[in-house]
């Protein structure tokens, strides 16, 4: 058994919307997967964001949790940049004062 690692595609919206409107008419998951060489996972998480949000943009997906996560992040990253400012400002005052 080869154990080949599949290349990441990607697809359109329109592509995915098609996948899961063909679902939806009773397509089964299997024949989708294997027609078009779908990854199993993707399928089932396209569907899974029709039928939650409508969208298939990761940002619109995002639990609650997960953009609470994604802002605290963003607030630290500033914050770390707003510290390495103040110590390299720190370093030219120290070095001006000599």
Do not use: C
Not at 9 to 35: A, H, N, P, S, W
Not at 65 to 77: A, D, G, R, Y
Not at 80 to 93: G, S, V, W
């Amino acid at each position: 058994m080869s154990s080949k690692k599949r290349e990441r595609r990607t697809y359109t919206e329109e592509f995915k919307q098609q996948m899961v409107d063909l679902y939806r008419l009773g397509k089964r998951k299997i024949d989708l997967i294997r027609e078009y060489d779908l990854g199993a996972t993707a399928l089932d998480r396209w569907i899974k964001q029709a039928e939650q949000t409508g969208s298939f943009k990761e940002k619109d997906n995002l639990t609650p949790e997960q953009l609470e996560i994604k802002k605290l992040k963003k607030k630290l990253q500033h914050a770390e940049m707003e510290l390495d400012i103040l110590k390299q400002a720190t370093l030219i005052f120290a070095r001006r004062e000599k």
